[in-house]
């Protein structure tokens, strides 16, 4: 992209777990933890950094920051474009 004359253009491809408005922090918590432990596995990062991934693992916090800042970065897009749904 940067060749087209778009030098900051970034679609990182992520992935993330989400659970329903409301859930128990408790429950979040345990969530994130057993995720992180299995995403940090040597196997597991084997495996993705073959397919061109690389595991971050944040934590829900983090992750919601970068989730609102994904949903106004793209909205901002949509609305210099005129894309609508």
Do not use: C, N
């Amino acid at each position: 992209m940067a060749e087209a004359g778009m030098p900051d253009f970034d679609t990182s491809l992520w992935f993330g777990i989400m659970a329903p408005a409301g859930t128990p922090q408790t429950a979040i918590q345990k969530i994130a933890s057993a995720a992180e432990k299995a995403m940090h596995r040597s196997d597991a990062v084997e495996t993705l950094q073959k397919q061109g991934f690389e595991p971050l693992g944040q934590g829900p916090d983090a992750f919601k920051r970068y989730l609102l800042s994904e949903i106004a970065r793209w909205s901002e897009v949509a609305r210099r474009t005129g894309v609508r749904s």
